[in-house]
């Protein structure tokens, strides 16, 4: 006797590319031509072909969803962000567009550098910090972003760090995106204490809250020879695992003192920037699993002397991931626009920037298991292109090609129409 077919919510029908991003190799996004995805309730029921689809799913009540000549592809999962901060650096930045010398901004009393940040996060209210962050969540979605990760680090003090976690908790319970939160607060330390004390004051008091009120998943340090060393990122990190918190590094962004080392050596979930990275460390980060999240944007925004190798990291053997690492000095809410900068000034492929913004970004918050890519049982996080064909996704540069986006199952996002719907 057949089995009873599942009733299908909602059906995307006619897609001239349905790119599923399944499959093991660096470039593999599972493109399927006429392509048919059903939903019911929050997750996908089938995927594939029309046949496929009818053959798996009952549509006979099912919302239908025309993709006539668009593509729909899994919604982006950008894994490096710190979106909640105060005010902004656009001073600083319109500055550097033509001086580059530090005195010389400072006579003309311009604040630079991340300590304005958290000056400017400090004074503001936890209500500007939602509003302003809410905002900014809101340009994220409407451009294809179904999950994002939200680091800490512009507090630097206890008040200030768990403040901007609280925020990301509200927001994730409030907005339609699902928001993961990281411990950063080995982001510098405050100017009126040394670091050693701001370590102490870490272990001791900033983890046990947040362990306490259950604010992150996972804890990073900035590894850096202006920042943390190895010795201090270890201590740090045992810390926050005994706290159950899951290790994460920022490392060789602009110097190299052993942080990717460390990274492979205990297979931390994630190593971002690697600008410094040698070869070398490169295949031993492929080899412990660590996926490596790279910030296009941050390179542009900054002038960055050293690109990094995206190149060399995935002929290693490296899963790579790409983020938009929002921020006050490198702000953009545009996964698509990481992507053509990934394809034009890293020598990525489409297909491997696809990928390493939905699925391997997904793996970079170790959420691979139910969403990142469209197939039968991950949540329906999709989004519709209007575009032909994918490669248009890093073709049109400075557009937003995302005609519709559903999270869990719900639309959430329509061109010139946002959706109010959990």
Known sequence: MVGKKEKADIIIVNANELITCTGDTADSIGRIRNGWVAITGEKIAAAGTK??????????????????????????VDSHTHAVFGGSRVEEYAAKMTISDPLEL????IETGVTVSVNKTRKATKEELYKSTEKRIKGMLESGTTTVEIKSGYGLSTK????????????????PIDIINTFLGAHGW????????????IIHEMIPRIKEKKLAVFHDVWIEDSHFNVEDTIRLLDAGEQAGLKSKVHTDAYSYIGGSDLAAERKVVSADHLNFTPPEV?????????????????????????????????????????????????????????????????????????????????????????????????????????????????????????????????????????????
């Open 106 to 109: 400072k006579r003309k009393g």
């Open 282 to 422: 490169m295949k031993r980060l492929a080899d412990a699993g660590v996926v490596g999240v790279l910030m296009p944007s941050l390179d542009f925004a900054v002038a960055h002397k050293r690109p990094f190798a995206a190149r060399a990291m995935i002929d290693s053997g490296m899963t790579l991931a790409l983020a938009t690492n929002l921020n006050p000095g490198n702000w953009t809410e545009s996964m698509q626009f990481v992507m053509v900068l990934a394809c034009r000034l890293y020598g990525m492929s489409p297909e491997e920037a696809i990928r390493a913004a939905t699925i391997n970004g997904a793996k970079s918050l170790e959420l691979e298991h139910d969403r990142g890519s469209i197939e039968k049982g991950k949540l329906a996080d999709i989004q519709i292109w209007d575009i032909p064909s994918y490669e248009h996704v890093i073709y049109r540069l400075g557009s937003n090609v995302v005609d519709r986006v559903l999270k869990r199952g719900k639309t959430i996002f329509v061109k010139n129409q946002l959706g109010r719907d959990r």
């Open 190 to 201: 405050p100017e009126d204490m040394t670091k050693e004390s701001y370590i102490d004051l």
């Open 51 to 76: 046949e496929k689809v009818l053959q798996e799913v009952d549509i006979e009540q099912a919302e239908i969803i025309d993709a006539t000549g668009k593509v729909v592809a899994p919604g982006f």
């Open 160 to 175: 200030d760090e768990l403040e901007i976690l609280e925020v990301a908790a509200e927001l994730n319970k409030n907005t």
